[in-house]
């Protein structure tokens, strides 16, 4: 029998699971195969659909969904401390849960993601409001239907592991304006966007529309700001070049890190990210290489982003190599690096139209000139609500 093992059940872990149980049905009914996966939890969260959460366009029932009824019955689904992943030993084909089980595998995909650390900010955690985890989310949805003006500042705290969804702070900086402007009807309300990076959007296109509609709409943004501290006292953030942005609210994209099971097992980079064939998505350390053992989504280390559509791709690659060797196959895919980016620019309502924009570019071509229209709002709107087709493996 062949041992199939994906740890971490989110948007990768669960199209690989769904796509395997699918492709394998008749070798899994014969007892040839076996598809397992693993997750802390059982719950699921939509996170594109945290920024309209936060801003009142998006409901909860559409964010959150139990991953028992996303994943196909054929697979085994263990999670809480059964499917914690505390250790991972690529040598053995062997990895470990809190519970205490060791098991198996023939072929194993990491699907672990990625963390945050607010901590690596000093003093961030005394004022630390985010639109980037459910929990704190919901917060910040509370807090913001309260706010009565005043400056916004919005800080992406470190670009040193990418963060999830590179476009996912304008598209927030956007609908939040919208949002001051069309719903609350504020007018004395400033936003900033302090960045470390350069731009906006590493893609050249994507960043020039991005610029151009935050300079309309008077949102000021900020490039190469490291940030050094927060000093929530006196609602100030400071930069390692000693430069301060005073603010009456905060907003901080958090640092992320690597899987700390990823870390902890030797298996990453020194962030924690696992390296993979930028093609293939084996695994790759050096000398080391592990054919049998694929990643996918945020948790590896290429210089794509981090998004739900590079998960979704690259797990359609790494599901169909893994059934072609099960099944006795040779033909094999390639990833090139397939991204796309979608954001939405402003609230639908009767006075504003909201416009969507879909950039996506691969390894290979930067950034298409891309369509940016109501239509393409209520396409990603629809989509957005059909996320469980997308983790079933059916779109
Ligand atoms: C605010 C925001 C907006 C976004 N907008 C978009 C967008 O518009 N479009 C887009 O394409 N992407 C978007 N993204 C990014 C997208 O959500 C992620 O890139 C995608 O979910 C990554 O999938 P993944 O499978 O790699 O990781 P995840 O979906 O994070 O899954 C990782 C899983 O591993 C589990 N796990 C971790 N450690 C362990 C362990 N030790 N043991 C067991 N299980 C473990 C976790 O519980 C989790 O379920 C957005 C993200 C955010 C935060």
């Not at 000693?242 to 962030?271: C, N, Q």
Request: aromatic share 12%.
């Amino acid at each position: 029998m062949k041992r199939i093992a994906i740890l971490g059940a989110g948007t990768g872990g669960l199209i690989v699971a769904n796509l395997l149980a699918r492709k394998l049905r008749h070798e899994i009914a014969k007892g040839n195969v076996e598809v397992s996966i693993v997750d802390i939890s059982k719950i699921y969260t939509f996170e594109a659909g945290l920024p309209l959460y936060v801003v009142g366009a998006f409901n909860e029932e559409s964010l959150t969904y139990n991953k028992i009824n996303l994943i196909d019955p054929v697979v085994k689904f263990y999670h809480g401390e059964h499917g914690h992943v505390v250790k991972i030993d690529l040598k053995n084909r062997q990895f470990a849960t809190a519970k205490g089980g060791v098991y198996n595998y023939d072929y194993l995909v990491l699907a672990l993601g990625v963390s945050y650390d607010p901590s690596l900010v000093k003093g961030l955690l005394d004022d630390y409001n985010t639109y980037y985890s459910y929990d704190k989310a919901k917060e910040l949805r509370s807090i913001l239907a309260e706010f009565k003006g005043g400056v916004v500042v919005h800080l992406i705290s470190s670009l040193e592991v990418p963060i999830k969804c590179p476009i996912a702070p304008s598209k927030f900086s956007l609908l939040l304006d919208s949002y001051l402007r069309n719903v609350k009807l504020l007018r004395n309300y400033k936003i900033i966007v302090a960045t470390p990076a350069d731009h906006l959007h590493a893609q050249p296109e994507v960043n020039k529309v991005l610029e151009e509609r935050f300079k309309d709409l008077g949102i000021e943004f900020i490039y190469n700001f490291e940030v050094d501290e927060v000093d929530s006292k006196n609602k100030i953030v400071k930069s390692t070049k000693g430069d301060t942005l005073k603010y009456d609210f905060l907003i901080t994209v958090p640092p992320h890190r690597g899987p700390k099971v990823v870390h902890e097992s030797g298996i990453g980079d020194p962030l924690g990210l696992v390296p993979v064939d930028r093609h293939t998505l084996t695994y790759r350390k050096g000398r080391e290489r592990y054919d049998e053992v694929y990643a996918v989504g945020d948790v590896t280390n290429l210089g794509v982003a981090k998004a739900g559509s590079v998960a979704h791709y690259e797990a359609l690659v790494v599901a169909h190599n893994i059934a072609s060797e099960v099944l006795g196959f040779s033909d094999k895919w390639n990833f090139f690096g397939e991204t796309i980016c979608p954001y939405l620019e402003a609230i639908y309502s009767p006075s504003s139209k909201g416009r969507g924009w879909m950039p996506w570019w691969t390894y290979g071509m930067l950034g298409r000139p891309f369509v940016g229209n109501r239509w393409a709002w209520l396409l990603l709107r629809m989509y957005y609500h059909t996320i469980p087709l997308t983790l079933k493996g059916l779109i």
